[in-house]
C-alpha cells in the first residue's frame, strides 16, 4: 500500500549546481545545523506554468528545500512545495495542476544590477567583446559575464553607459581597424 498526501504536491526541479550557487537564496546556517548539506532555502514565491498552456496565468508554489546534488551531471534538484487549492486553480482553468504535467517553473534568486544583456554571439568564447571607439575604429575589451541564458548573455564588467558594442560575430578581428557601421534602427532593431 502506497500512502500519499494529495492536499501538497511537490516539483522536483533540477537546476546547473553553478546557477544555483550564483542564484539561490540560502538563509545563514550558524550553528544550529549539525550536518554537512545545504542549508534552508530562503522560500520565495515560484510561477509554475503547463509547457501545454503558457498563456495561463500558472500556479504558484514555494521553493522548500533541496532535495539531492547529482555529481554525473552536476545538477542540484530543489522542491517547489504547491499546496492543492492552489494546484485546482482559479476555476478559469480546465485542469489542475497533477502530477505528471510538463511544467516551467520560474525561482526567483538574487537579482543583477549594472549589467547588459547582449546576444550571444557578441561576446567570444575567451569573454571578449568588440566595441567601436571615438573615431569608428574596433577595440577588443575583457567582459565579465555573469549569466548565460538561452541566446543571451549578461555582461556585469567590461562595458559601459553609451558604449557601441559590436553584435556580429567576428572572426580574427583586426585591433584598431577602421569601421564601417550599418544603422542599427533601419532595420527596426533597438539600440540601447
Known amino acids: 500500500m502506497t500512502l500519499v498526501d494529495d492536499t501538497v504536491l511537490e516539483i522536483h526541479v533540477s537546476l546547473d549546481s553553478r546557477d544555483a550557487r550564483h542564484w539561490l537564496q540560502f538563509e545563514p546556517i550558524g550553528d544550529r545545523q549539525p550536518t554537512a548539506w545545504f542549508g534552508n532555502l530562503k522560500p520565495v514565491e515560484c510561477t509554475i506554468r503547463w509547457t501545454e498552456d503558457k498563456a495561463a496565468s500558472g500556479w504558484i508554489g514555494m521553493l522548500k528545500r533541496v532535495v539531492k546534488f547529482d555529481q554525473q551531471t552536476r545538477t542540484l534538484t530543489v522542491a517547489v512545495r504547491v499546496n492543492a487549492q492552489s494546484a485546482r486553480g482559479d476555476g478559469a482553468r480546465s485542469l489542475p495542476l ?3 504535467m510538463f511544467c516551467t517553473v520560474d525561482i526567483p534568486g538574487w537579482t543583477m544590477r549594472a549589467v547588459y544583456r547582449l546576444p550571444r554571439q557578441a561576446v567570444t568564447f575567451e569573454n571578449k567583446a568588440y566595441l ?3 573615431d569608428n575604429r574596433l577595440k577588443t575589451v575583457d ?3 555573469e549569466r548565460i541564458e538561452g541566446e ?3 555582461v556585469g564588467q567590461g562595458i559601459n553607459p553609451g ?3 559590436i553584435l556580429t560575430r567576428l ?3 583586426l585591433e584598431n581597424a577602421l569601421l564601417e557601421i550599418a544603422d542599427a534602427t533601419a532595420n527596426g532593431e ?3
Do not use: H, K, L, W
Request: proline letters at 5%; hydrophobic letters at 40%.
Open 171 to 173: 572572426i580574427d578581428p
Open 163 to 165: 558604449d557601441t558594442v
Open 152 to 154: 543571451y548573455v549578461y
Open 132 to 134: 567601436v571607439n571615438a
Open 143 to 145: 567582459v565579465r559575464v
Open 98 to 100: 497533477v502530477e505528471g
Open 190 to 192: 533597438s539600440t540601447s
